[in-house]
């Protein structure tokens, strides 16, 4: 007799809904200010987040009852290798002043973030994404989700060029392949629904009927530029390069940030080296091991439905011997290549064909107007001028391509202008350091990130000058809850929203985002954050060894040295 496998709402949820179709289209028709629980859930398939405003979750009617929730939705851009062109950027500027909150926000994925779409919007609004020809479909989900790779725009370069494509086409390889979105969203008026008489499967190859049991990432880097961040991707092709050429990638396998700190049996992981494998196995590999992952990952409990933690049961051996049996042949060990550096890709660059790149730091990737920093009208004034095409970084900050050096002195003053800093006025921990949206949109945040971001970063600035330490490659990610958005359990410092105004600090890890941190200090104010970090700054500068990096120093010395927590 066969055990029988429990399963959860979510699943059924995905097999019921005529590929991804469920009650969207008609929730879409009907005047109700937000959509059904169904629909909420396979809303994210297509990009998709329904939330609320958070800040007004305790207003009140004129009569004193209680307003109940302002529905706002969420879409976002899947963008893979970050790559826009100058008109789908004018386009999602237009598109976030049209129908959402004014601003456009770079993610910690290269994609595009709008907040605040009331739902009789999101239509025309998803319309006009597609129009610019990007898309919404895929960028959430139980799917393969935006492909990373770094965004440098080095030209007459076959290794960058190789790496780029190659991430492309995987991106393509893993799209969904439900005609859900175009019924939904891309039909003309009257024949957007395909009415659940009429609907005829086409066939989902990879997916199946339950899609994968959790979202899944890949990112494709190179050794001495992990600017994505490989290691907290479930899946991280490493270019290992020899006299200019890719010879091949090593597979890392099982990273992911998301725990829930009262349930044990969840941990942010980094990835694990796996194999060596040649350009042209990248996809097939990767396929074999999304199989893998879609037919044992757990369906029962989505806390625990990542590809790490079948690593995790299994062991690295059982995994791989696995990803051999579905791709039909054995794997090489990984070579012994791994990450050395980061380049934040900011600042003046020349690309390799007479013309320059420019890298924009956006703080938490916020492209709006506010006071004197007026960044949405800058960057418009250069893009529709000079329309040149554009790359998100990992990093939440972006970069102008192609410019010719005779407009450099323009740009930099059309720049200066809009109060946009170059990137030489900016410490490095500013440049390195990014914070995840939280409130008021984010659902799931227990506390402020990106609105706190400015108070923190100024005073962790102002005490790393005080000790001598301004100039110091140091990184810092900030998130309002464990689940992880700005990738925090890796850098030298990490900042996790624990309580209302309260934080987890975590030390340890390190630019190259290769290891896990540990707990440095538990719930500490907002107000005292950078006071908490003083000694271990004060430490690092007496005691550093040579040409140490703070997160090596403080892996080195343990948290008790520090006057942080006993590990
Ligand atoms: Fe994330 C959920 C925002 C990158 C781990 N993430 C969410 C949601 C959708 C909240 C929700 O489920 O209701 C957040 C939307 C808030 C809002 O109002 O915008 C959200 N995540 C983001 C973004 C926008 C953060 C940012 O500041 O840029 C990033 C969008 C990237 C993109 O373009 O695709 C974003 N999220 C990440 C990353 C970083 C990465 O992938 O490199 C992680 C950690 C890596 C990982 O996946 O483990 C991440 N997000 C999560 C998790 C925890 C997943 C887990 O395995 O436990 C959740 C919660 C969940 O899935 O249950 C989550
Ligand atoms: Fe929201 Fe938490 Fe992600 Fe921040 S880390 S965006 S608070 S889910």
């Known amino acids: 007799m066969t055990e029988e496998v429990k399963r959860s709402k979510a699943e059924f949820l995905k097999e019921g809904s005529r590929q991804l179709r469920g009650p969207i289209a008609e929730d879409l028709r009907s005047a109700e200010p937000s959509f059904s629980g169904d629909s909420e859930g396979l809303l994210k398939f297509h990009g998709v987040y329904q939330e609320d405003d958070r800040d007004l979750r305790k207003a009140k009617n004129p009569d004193g009852t209680p307003k109940g929730k302002t529905f706002i939705m969420m879409a976002r851009t899947r963008i893979p290798g970050g790559r826009v062109t100058a008109e789908q950027f004018l386009t999602h500027l237009d598109l976030c002043e049209k129908y959402a909150n004014g601003t456009l926000r770079i993610t910690t994925r290269q994609g595009y973030q709008f907040h605040g779409i009331p739902k009789g919007d999101l239509k025309s609004l998803i ?16 799917v393969n989700r935006n492909v990373m790779a770094c965004p440098a725009p080095y030209k007459n370069n076959p290794v960058r ?100 700190p009262s349930a044990a049996k969840t941990f942010p992981a980094v990835a694990k080296r796996m194999a060596f494998i040649t350009p042209d196995q990248v996809i097939p590999v990767a396929e074999a091991i999304i199989k893998v992952q879609r037919d044992n990952g757990n369906r029962e409990d989505r806390k625990v439905a990542r590809m790490k933690y079948v690593i995790a049961n299994w062991g690295l051996e059982k995994f791989k011997a696995t990803v051999e049996e579905y791709y039909g042949k054995p794997l090489a060990e990984p070579h012994p290549a791994d990450v050395t550096n980061v380049d934040d890709h900011l600042g003046w660059h020349e690309q390799g064909d007479g013309k320059l790149f420019l890298g924009i730091n956006i703080d938490c990737g916020r492209i709006q107007d506010v006071g004197d920093k007026r960044i949405k009208t800058g960057l418009r004034k250069v893009v529709e001028k000079y329309r040149m095409e554009i790359r998100n970084t990992a990093q939440q900050s972006m970069i102008l391509c192609d410019i010719d050096p005779a407009d450099k002195a323009d740009i930099a003053r059309i720049l200066a202008e809009h109060g946009i800093l170059p990137a030489e006025d900016l410490l490095p921990i500013r440049r390195l350091s990014m914070a995840c ?59 996790v929203g624990k309580a209302v105004g309260k934080y987890t600090i975590f030390l340890g890890g390190n630019l190259t985002g290769s ?53």
Request: proline share 5%.
């Open 161 to 260: 060029d190789e790496m780029g494509k190659l991430a492309r086409e995987t991106a393509e390889a893993f799209k969904p392949r439900s005609t859900a979105y175009f019924d939904i969203w891309l039909r003309d008026e009257n024949g957007e629904e395909t009415l659940a008489s009429e609907f005829k499967p086409v066939e989902e190859p990879l997916y199946g009927t339950v899609y994968l049991p959790r979202k899944f990432k890949i990112a494709f880097a190179l050794p001495e530029d992990n600017c994505v961040d490989i290691y907290a991707n479930d899946l991280g092709f490493l270019a290992i390069v020899e006299n200019d050429r890719i010879i091949g990638y090593n597979v890392l396998v099982g990273g992911g940030m998301g725990t829930t």
């Open 127 to 142: 319309r006009g994404i597609n129009d610019s020809l990007l898309t919404t479909l895929g960028a959430c989900g139980d």
């Open 437 to 495: 949206v939280a409130f008021p949109t984010c659902g799931l945040s227990i506390t402020d990130s990106e609105r706190v971001y400015p108070q923190v970063m100024a005073g962790l600035e102002a005490e790393l000058e005080r000790h001598g330490l301004a100039n110091e490659r140091i990184t810092m990610h900030m998130t309002g809850c464990p689940n992880g958005c700005a990738r925090p359990y890796t850098p030298d410092i990490g900042i």
């Open 515 to 567: 290891r896990i941190a540990y707990k440095y200090k538990d719930m500490v104010p907002l107000e005292d954050l950078a006071k908490e970090l003083s000694p271990a700054f004060e430490k690092f500068k007496a005691e550093r060894a040579n040409g140490e990096s703070f997160g090596d120093f403080c892996l080195r010395v343990g948290s008790v040295a520090l006057g942080g927590l006993v590990e």
